[in-house]
């Protein structure tokens, strides 16, 4: 019969399983993950690009390092679409 320590201590493996999960994937190729195809009108696709210069020059002097489009950029797009959060924010410019 287990405690109810033995419980709290399965759940704290769970829980740190699964952040160490969460940390290795961001830190695999971008090709490991699923990938999904858009089909954009050409303004909005420049938008992008555009949008994506500037916010890569902000991240550059910020932090001394470049943004990847499809690590970096494109996910926090999705997010801030899906969530109404701002992009700006999710990348930490």
């Known amino acids: 019969?287990?405690?109810k320590t033995d419980k709290?201590?399965?759940t704290?493996?769970?829980d740190m399983t699964?952040?160490?999960?969460q940390s290795t994937d961001s830190e695999k190729s971008v090709k490991d993950r699923p990938s999904v195809l858009m089909y954009l009108p050409e303004d909005v696709r420049q938008d992008l690009d555009i949008r994506f210069d500037e916010l890569n020059a902000r991240y550059k002097r910020e932090h001394g390092e470049a943004?990847?489009?499809n690590r970096d950029y494109y996910?926090?797009?999705?997010?801030?679409g899906l969530t109404g959060k701002d992009v700006e924010d999710l990348l930490d410019i």
């Open 18 to 21: 699964s952040q160490t999960a």
């Open 75 to 80: 996910p926090a797009v999705v997010e801030a």
């Open 67 to 69: 943004l990847e489009k």
């Open 8 to 10: 709290t201590d399965n």
């Open 1 to 3: 019969m287990k405690s």
């Open 12 to 14: 704290s493996k769970t």
